[in-house]
């Protein structure tokens, strides 16, 4: 082990840049709460915009009435979903809640399907799919 990477605690992840200066990185879980998010459309419906930044509340919940989870309009034919974290993160993996019900109490689990996530430091500047 390097001899910096001793002073990382042991929640820490000892990182050595390019310029070969060593940094502890803290490994944090839930990134994206409450940070900007936007989307392609935004479903309106009975009063409710389903946001993008419903997706970022801290509310897991998957009933989308109970929950308020974001959605697209129906006829997106090209949706996204995206969120900004507002600095450089190294990012290990990335954890979605699908929708479970919808309004009439239907499952629509299968709905997010083929899904891509993409990380990259701005929108036209993306790299590991």
């Not at 002073?7 to 390019?18: E, G, I, K, P, Y």
């Not at 936007?38 to 946001?51: D, F």
């Not at 993996?93 to 990380?119: C, H, P, Q, Y």
Request: aromatic share 6%; charged share 20%; net charge negative.
């Amino acid at each position: 082990m390097n001899q910096e990477c001793l002073a990382c605690s042991s929640d820490d992840q000892c990182v050595t840049l390019s310029s070969k200066k060593v940094h502890c990185v803290r490994a944090v879980s839930n990134l994206a709460l409450h940070k900007p998010a936007k989307q392609s459309s935004t479903l309106k419906w009975a009063g409710v915009a389903y946001s993008a930044n419903l997706a970022v509340d801290g509310n897991n919940g998957t009933d989308f009435v109970v929950d308020l989870c974001t959605s697209t309009e129906g006829g997106d034919t090209n949706p996204w979903w995206l969120v900004d974290l507002q600095a450089m993160y190294s990012i290990r993996s990335v954890r979605i809640f699908n929708r479970g019900m919808d309004e009439w109490g239907l499952d629509v689990s299968d709905r997010l399907r083929n899904a891509t996530v993409i990380v990259g430091l701005t929108e036209s500047d993306v790299n590991t799919p």
